[in-house]
């Protein structure tokens, strides 16, 4: 929290105390601005976003949308993936959409992102290999248009848009999305991605507020 510590030149044991040093500071600074800070915060919470993100530690929900803590409910994987037998995922989903009464779900990817350009070669990785099947899966559904990119970190970006659209996609499918729809509550589906390079978010322009546009064998009624 100190930007003044060097912390590439802390050693084991520092880079672990500096971390709880870290939340000391962040405790003084809360309470000086608001001496009731966590007071508030810990009589409960009501998120209007879910954050599906991807694990890399660049891309932190709150700092990057200037919110603050108690306004997005956060679910992160590697690559930002949404799996629709992924119990973590799913149930996260489930409590964001029928407890919380979250109104927007926003699955965010970024650019360079490491789990996209893993999965692009073929290289072993070990388990993560199976995760990351999932988005030759992606790639696999576009691959006509990608395989068309003959620049590599274009085509990598490229995967990047199409697995955050295939995301959206799949939340939409889920049977939590569609029953929230059906039960009239307003819940939008959105996809964006992020620049490591520039810090800002592009919206991928495929919002989804029902169901109508989901391919009918997936519809739920
Ligand atoms: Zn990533």
Redesign the pocket.
Known sequence: MNPKVDKTKLNHAELYANLLDGNKQFVEDALSVDPEYFETLAKGQAPPVLWIG???SR?PANQITNTAPGEIFVHRN???MVIHTDMNMLSVLDYAVNVLKVKHVIVT??YG????AAAMGNEQFGLIDNWLRHIKDVYRLHAQKLDAVTDIEERRDKLVEYNVIEGVRNLCKTSIVQNAWKSGQQLGIHGWVYSLKTGIISDMKVSTYNNEHIDNVFRLI
Not at 113 to 116: K, P, Q, S, T
């Open positions: 991807c694990a890399d891309v590697i690559a930002n990817g970024h992102c490491g789990g996209i």
